[in-house]
C-alpha cells in the first residue's frame, strides 16, 4: 500500500520563527489533508490540498501531486501552534485516508 | 452548519468495562468514517459507512469492536470488553460523496486502566 512518511518527526522553535514540515508519498494521489491535532488531542483540519497552493492567515500548502510531495508552511509561529501536525492521503478509487507519521511541533515562548 | 459531533469527549473505564462512543456527522452526508491514534502512534482507518450499509471495515482490529449506524444516520463504535492498548483517541468523520475533503470530529480520548 501507499506509504506516507513526513520529516522532521520533532520540532522545536522559538516563538516568532518560521518553519516548513514536509509530507512524502509512495504513490501518486487525488485528495490530499493536512490536520493539526492539538493538545487536547482535537484533530483540526487545515488544509484540503490536492495540489497547488493556499493560505490561510499565518499557514500555507503547496502539493505538488506530480513529485508526490506536499509542503505546509507555518511563519511567525505561535505557543498555540504547538502540537502535531498530520498530512493524509487518499488514492483514486479508494475512501480509505492513510494518515503519515506525524511531524511534533513544541513552540517555545 | 454544525460539524461532526462526538461524544464523550473523554472516557475513562476499567479493564474488562464496555464503553460506547457516539458520532454524529454532518447532516446530509451519508459517508462516515471511523479512525484511531494509540499509543502516539499514527492514525489509522478502522471503518466505512455509506449510510447504514459497512463499505469497508479492514481497520477493525478485533471483534471486541462493533460499530453501528442504524437508519444511516448518527454511529455507534462498541469496545467490549475494553483492553489497556484500546486507549487512545477515536475519530469520527464525515463526507457526502466520494471527492473533497473530510471533516473530522473533535475526537473521543478513551483511557483504559
Known amino acids: 500500500g501507499i506509504q506516507v512518511e513526513q520529516s522532521p518527526p520533532d520540532l522545536i522553535l522559538q516563538e516568532g520563527a518560521n518553519s516548513t514540515l514536509r509530507c512524502n508519498f509512495s504513490?501518486?494521489?487525488?485528495?490530499l489533508q493536512w490536520f493539526h491535532q492539538n493538545p487536547w488531542g482535537q484533530l483540526i483540519n487545515l488544509f484540503y490540498?490536492?495540489?497547488g497552493t493556499k493560505q490561510n492567515g499565518r499557514l500555507s500548502a503547496t502539493t505538488v501531486a506530480t513529485e508526490r510531495y506536499s509542503l505546509l508552511y507555518i511563519s511567525s509561529s505561535q505557543t498555540t501552534d504547538s502540537g502535531v501536525y498530520f498530512c493524509?492521503?487518499?488514492?483514486?478509487?479508494?475512501?480509505?485516508?492513510?494518515f503519515g507519521t506525524g511531524t511534533r511541533l513544541k513552540v517555545l515562548a | 452548519e454544525a460539524g461532526v459531533t462526538q461524544f464523550p469527549s473523554h472516557s475513562v473505564i476499567e479493564k474488562g468495562q464496555t464503553v460506547t462512543l457516539r458520532c454524529d456527522p454532518i447532516?446530509?452526508?451519508?459517508?462516515l468514517y471511523w479512525y484511531r491514534r494509540v499509543m502516539g502512534k499514527e492514525i489509522k482507518f478502522l471503518l466505512h459507512?455509506?449510510?447504514?450499509?459497512?463499505?469497508?471495515e479492514s481497520g477493525m482490529p478485533n471483534n471486541r469492536f462493533l460499530a453501528e449506524r442504524t437508519g444511516g444516520t448518527y454511529s455507534t463504535l462498541k469496545v467490549q470488553p475494553a483492553e489497556l492498548e484500546d486507549s487512545g483517541v477515536y475519530f469520527c468523520?464525515?463526507?457526502?460523496?466520494?471527492?473533497?475533503?473530510?471533516?473530522f470530529g473533535s475526537g473521543t480520548r478513551l483511557t483504559v486502566v
Open positions: 468523520a464525515s463526507s457526502q460523496g466520494p471527492g473533497g475533503g473530510y471533516t
Open positions: 504513490d501518486s494521489v487525488n485528495n
Open positions: 490540498i490536492p495540489s
Open positions: 493524509a492521503v487518499r488514492t483514486s478509487g479508494t475512501y480509505k485516508y492513510i
Open positions: 447532516s446530509g452526508h451519508d459517508n
Open positions: 459507512f455509506v449510510k447504514e450499509s459497512k463499505q469497508d
